[in-house]
């Protein structure tokens, strides 16, 4: 069984930084893709940057040259560098894994099939 489990939320005033960082366990191959969704209160979940075994990264339009994903794929690990953080960014943050069946193409959230429980981010206004 896979397990994600993830670390480095918190609290940050705006224009700070936070780095949050993924493991997967119970797994000895390399996954494809992993990635961070967000969901905020009130809205649906989505996509914050998702990276695959090769390095190729997306990242949603609003985080676009603040924040950095990162992978080391012999642990199955990312890590999400988010700088210049702010209240809009206050959010539930779940790391997300797409599963050795996948046929590959640009990565959809339905192709995710494990999730973690989530870490929190909270930028005040």
């Known amino acids: 069984q896979v397990r994600l489990e993830e670390s480095g939320g918190g609290s940050v005033q705006p224009g700070g930084s936070l780095r949050l960082s993924c493991a997967a366990s119970?797994?000895?191959?390399?996954?494809?893709?992993m990635g961070w969704f967000h969901r905020a209160p009130g809205k649906k979940r989505g996509a914050v940057a998702l990276?695959?075994?090769?390095?190729?990264?997306i990242y949603a339009d609003g985080v676009k040259g603040r924040f950095t994903i990162t992978h080391d794929n012999a642990r199955n690990t990312i890590h999400l560098q988010m700088n210049n953080l702010g209240p809009a960014d206050t959010a539930m943050y779940y790391c997300?894994?797409?599963?050795?069946?996948?046929?590959?193409?640009?990565?959809?959230?339905?192709?995710?099939?494990?999730w973690g429980q989530g870490t929190q981010v909270t930028v005040p206004s």
């Open positions: 997300a894994a797409i599963g050795l069946n996948w046929r590959g193409g640009p990565p959809k959230e339905g192709d995710f099939e494990y």
């Open positions: 990276i695959d075994s090769r390095g190729d990264t």
């Open positions: 119970g797994i000895a191959l390399q996954l494809p893709a």
